[in-house]
């Protein structure tokens, strides 16, 4: 039995953005360069979003003094993470997964811009 994916045509469009400042500016730049055509892009294909948010991170039933500031939120509900690094490891997959854990939301999206060949990205559930 196949499963729904969450938010499956969100991450889709969020995806698609993505993939669309890639293919103009390829890689090599400073992760910031990334968040602002992303920022763009993503104004220009009307996806609702907030770059830079803070976000309260919970411990039991306490919310603590430190924030979280991912790159975005889409959609009000997805955790977009960007990075500019020649290959994804498993510390930016538990930074994702840590950041879903600790701010209740369900979904994140990594998308790596430094992988010399193609958009590298992964999306976690959790």
Known sequence: MMTDLLFKDEVYRITGAAMEVYNHLGNGFLEAVYQEALTLEFTLRGIPFKAQPPQHIHYKKHILQHTYIPDFIAYEQIIVELKAVKDLGSNEEAQI???????????????????PSKLEWIRRVG
């Open 97 to 115: 997964l840590n950041y879903l854990k600790a701010t209740g939301f369900r979904v994140g999206v990594l998308l790596n811009f430094g992988a």
